[in-house]
């Protein structure tokens, strides 16, 4: 069983060295619980947050403990019958070949027949998608013709917020890092308009934004923070409604100085909602449904950036900060 080791934590941007691969024997399955081959693990900007020693929505990963993560996988052995050997299964577990899991836990059955990849259920049915989906149409509440301001906007979540924004009749603007993801917003996920942030300063940037929601957004889907959001912030129309989903700009920075230019929300009477799906588990299959309905449909694309290999792990994980990845990115391990 090869796992993927937290052994010191990263100062800024991780290095390799924060992390060591381990091999162990098989576990087998405790009393009551279940032993899982993890097939897909997802990879997500959440997991650098757990890396640091700080207060937040759930305690740290231990030193010397596997990475937690969502994987998706089968089950190797069984000592519940709730859970027959071979049957496909997903939860909060971590970046190693096998899990155990205890009855009780987030652990689910998954029907990897109805989908074209059981990695499926790592983004558009998981969540991501879910993510999207009540981050937008619980918190945001988009009304047909508002203007929607997506940062992070090619990205797993970012791209289905814009797709679900069309879908509820507004005018989606996206923000995001290069000339070839901008084109993808308006081609590959039906976006209105698209604001490459690279390159640009804090004038450049408020002007792009200016130039492509001229009545100002109503609603802000924000994935970033930083210096992106700075120049939103100056683009908000009356009483404007942001979405605090995350905040990928500050994660590897040692000092979280936040954005400046708070004042903009106030004069703007704006509405500043922090948003954690995990509020939402009792609702899940009620957005996985309709996640689904409309992938069915063709109305949503859903991207998955699969890498291969436990022992790429780190390489992997490292492009959601470099914005190499192109869509839901996931560690296909077996
Ligand atoms: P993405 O697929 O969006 O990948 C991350 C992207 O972030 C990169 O591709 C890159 O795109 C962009 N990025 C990375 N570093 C920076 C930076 N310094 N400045 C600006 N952009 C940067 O990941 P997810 O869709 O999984 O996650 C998106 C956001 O949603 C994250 O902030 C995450 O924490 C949050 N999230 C929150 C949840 C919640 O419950 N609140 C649940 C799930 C996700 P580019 O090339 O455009 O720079």
């Not at 508002?146 to 990205?155: I, K, N, P």
Request: net charge negative; proline share 5%.
């Amino acid at each position: 069983n090869r796992r993927f080791l937290l052994v010191r934590r990263p100062q800024g941007e991780p290095v390799e060295n924060d992390f060591r691969i381990e091999t162990s024997p098989v576990p087998a399955p405790p009393l009551g619980g279940i032993v899982i081959r993890n097939r897909f693990v997802s990879l997500d900007p959440a997991q650098r947050g757990w890396m640091d020693d700080a207060e937040s929505y759930m305690p740290p990963i231990a030193l010397g403990d596997p990475v937690r993560a969502t994987t998706v996988g089968v089950v190797h052995a069984s000592d519940n019958p709730d859970f027959a050997v071979g049957q496909w299964v997903m939860g909060l577990n971590a970046l190693e070949d096998y899990s155990v899991a205890m009855p009780g836990g987030f652990t689910m059955a998954i029907d990897v027949d109805a989908v074209p990849s059981p990695s499926n259920y790592l983004s558009a049915l998981g969540a991501v998608g879910l993510t999207a989906y009540f981050g937008l149409v619980e918190v945001a509440k988009p009304q047909p013709g508002e203007t929607l301001l997506v940062s992070g906007a090619a990205g797993a979540v970012g791209s289905a917020v814009g797709q679900i924004g069309k879908i509820m009749g507004c005018r989606v603007v996206g923000i995001a890092g290069g000339e070839e993801k901008c084109r993808r917003l308006i081609e590959d996920y039906g976006f209105d308009a698209a604001v490459d942030y690279k390159g640009k300063d804090h004038e450049a940037l408020v002007a792009a934004i200016a130039e492509a929601a001229p009545d100002g957004a109503n609603m802000v889907f924000e994935n970033v923070g930083g210096a992106v959001m700075e120049a939103e912030v100056f683009n908000l129309a009356m009483h404007a409604r942001i979405v605090l989903c995350g905040l990928i700009a500050e994660y590897n920075s040692e000092e979280k100085i936040g954005i400046r230019n708070l004042w903009q929300i106030l004069a703007r009477r704006g509405v500043l909602h922090g948003f954690l799906i995990a509020d939402y588990a009792d609702r899940f299959a009620e957005g996985g449904a309709q996640m689904a309905k409309w992938l069915s449909e063709g109305r949503l694309r859903a991207d998955e950036d699969v890498q291969e290999g436990l022992e790429n792990a780190y390489a992997a994980f490292m492009r959601l900060f470099s914005g190499a990845n192109t869509g839901k990115l996931v560690l296909k391990i077996a």
